[in-house]
Nanobody
Framework: QVQLVESGGGLVQAGGSLRLSCAAS????????MGWFRQAPGKEREFVAA????????YYADSVKGRFTISRDNAKNTVYLQMNSLKPEGTAVYYCAADLNTRALRAGTVRYWGQGTQVTVPS
């Protein structure tokens, strides 16, 4: 069992930055691929970024490539999402996700979800 708790969301002006954190419970955190998804009002949840269990590979949606960076600290059971050059279309609830299978996670077939944290970028 893995429990995920996100933090770091908030209101930021366009062009600004935020860093989201996701703290995971459980001793097997380092076995899981981790990811971030987001859901904007009236839209389906979409993949944002993922990182393999050891941090050796990362994956990004085209819409955030070059602006967002996912990282993890297995000693702290935490995964991060550094978001730079934020745009109004980045307004969404951001969810942390964990799964043993990186490919499944990237496809949205996720074993564990966090409760989400709101990011708002006014236009």
């Amino acid at each position: 069992q893995v429990q995920l708790v996100e933090s770091g969301g908030g209101l930021v002006q366009a062009g600004g930055s935020l860093r989201l954190s996701c703290a995971a419970s459980g001793r097997t955190f380092s076995s899981y691929a981790m990811g971030w998804f987001r859901q904007a009002p009236g839209k389906e949840r979409e993949f944002v970024a993922a990182i393999t269990w050891g941090g050796g590979s990362t994956y990004y949606a085209d819409s955030v490539k070059g602006r967002f960076t996912i990282s993890r600290d297995n000693a702290k059971n935490t995964v991060y999402l550094q978001m730079n050059s934020l745009k109004p279309e980045g307004t969404a609830v951001y969810y942390c996700a964990a799964d043993l299978n990186t490919r499944a996670l990237r496809a949205g077939t996720v074993r564990y979800w966090g409760q989400g944290t709101q990011v708002t970028v006014p236009s």
